[in-house]
């Protein structure tokens, strides 16, 4: 791992800890920090946790999502909110946003193969054999050559779309 992942996971280990609102278990064989090292491996190689857990000592994949399925929705998302507006506050006082910069605004889905029972679940075009996503937009602004994510919002239907923009 180069110096700039190890300075990133250093980063991304101090402040976003408090994603990770569940409480472990007695006699968990894990610390909350195994699993934020997971976390960002999978996101540095761009990895799924199976493959990643996998190949390093950390939780199993299983064991990841078992924790993550204990969280609140709502909490995770003013958690992401306050550090995005923290980072803009950063961005503002070192004049990153004294000019103008582009925003893009971008629609993802993430394909869904489950029975389609959630409301999140909206219908796409056909992808790896589903017909079903997860939705989401992002605002991104490119600020000093770097794609720095300023919102994501759900999308849990298409009727009045202009509304999320």
């Known amino acids: 791992?180069?110096?700039?992942?190890?300075?990133?996971?250093?980063?991304?280990?101090?402040?976003?800890?408090?994603?990770?609102?569940?409480?472990?278990?007695?006699?968990a064989r894990y610390h909350k920090n195994d699993f934020l090292d997971l976390l960002m491996t999978m996101s540095l190689i761009r990895?799924?946790?199976?493959?990643?857990s996998n190949s390093l000592d950390v939780p199993n994949a299983d064991t990841l999502l078992g924790y993550l399925k204990t969280m609140d929705r709502n909490s995770i998302q003013n958690t992401f909110e306050s550090k995005i507006n923290r980072f803009v506050d950063v961005l503002k006082s070192n004049g990153e946003l004294n000019k103008s910069i582009p925003i893009a605004l971008d629609w993802h889905d993430v394909m869904y193969y489950g029975d389609r029972n959630d409301d999140m679940v909206l219908g796409?075009?056909?992808?790896?054999g589903s017909n079903y996503a997860f939705q989401y937009m992002t605002a991104v602004a490119l600020v000093s050559g770097k794609r720095v994510i300023l919102g994501v919002v759900p999308i849990n239907q298409r009727k009045d779309i202009y509304q999320l923009v």
């Open 47 to 52: 990895g799924f946790a199976e493959g990643t």
């Open 1 to 27: 791992m180069n110096i700039e992942n190890r300075e990133l996971k250093s980063l991304f280990k101090s402040e976003f800890i408090q994603f990770l609102g569940f409480e472990l278990r007695p006699k």
């Open 124 to 128: 796409t075009q056909h992808k790896n």
